[in-house]
Nanobody
Framework: VQLQACGGGLVQAGDSLRLSCAAPLRTFGSYTMGWFRQAPGKEREYVAAISRNSNTYYADSVKGRFTISRDNAKSTVYLQMNSLKPEDTAIYYC?????????????????WGQGTQVTVSS
């Protein structure tokens, strides 16, 4: 079982992209799903998370521009990214956790997708 992220690409500043992450898990609805990103030369950082109850949480850097959502029937989590900036350029990863708190902590996530590249040109 793996998480499969897709939807990345090359866009211009101000454009939008929607990332998808398929998580073929029988118990998908019981997991909190998160998105993280890693820019060249930087550490991986938290972007957003959505709980099993569909409560959403965001890093300050993306709040108001990104929206995380989930479709439990399709076992898929999405990241709608609007008003993209060059500093959003990174490889984006989806991941799952059973944790009910501390969603920004990478160590709490036990399964990761392979990543999808997002490049935003100025």
């Amino acid at each position: 079982v793996q998480l499969q992220a897709c939807g990345g690409g090359l866009v211009q500043a101000g454009d939008s992209l929607r990332l998808s992450c398929a998580a073929p898990l029988r118990t998908f609805g019981s997991y909190t799903m998160g998105w993280f990103r890693q820019a060249p030369g930087k550490e991986r950082e938290y972007v957003a998370a959505i709980s099993r109850n569909s409560n959403t949480y965001y890093a300050d850097s993306v709040k108001g521009r990104f929206t995380i959502s989930r479709d439990n029937a399709k076992s898929t989590v999405y990241l709608q990214m609007n008003s993209l900036k060059p500093e959003d350029t990174a490889i984006y990863y989806c991941a799952r956790t059973r944790s009910n708190t501390h969603y920004s902590r990478m160590a709490l996530y036990d399964m990761w997708g392979q990543g999808t590249q997002v490049t935003v040109s100025s």
